[in-house]
């Protein structure tokens, strides 16, 4: 998307396009978390535990991202 039409995007909608940004985030993380649950259970039935403990600190690592944006999200659109 070109800067003119993200302009253009934030005037239409009335949401700002780093809130915008914030919100795409939050959705690729929370898509990351269900993606690292299957493969650390493919890991699991495989019997390969260091890759799930690999895919477990992967998982909470998102979680806490997914926290830190939602604190922020919510200061965005309450303003």
Known sequence: MTMEAKRQSEQVSGIPNVTYDLMAVLTNKLEGIAAMEEYKLDARESGDQEAAGIFE???QRAREDVQKL?????RRLAA
């Open 57 to 59: 600190q992967l998982e």
């Open 70 to 74: 939602k604190t922020l999200l919510a």
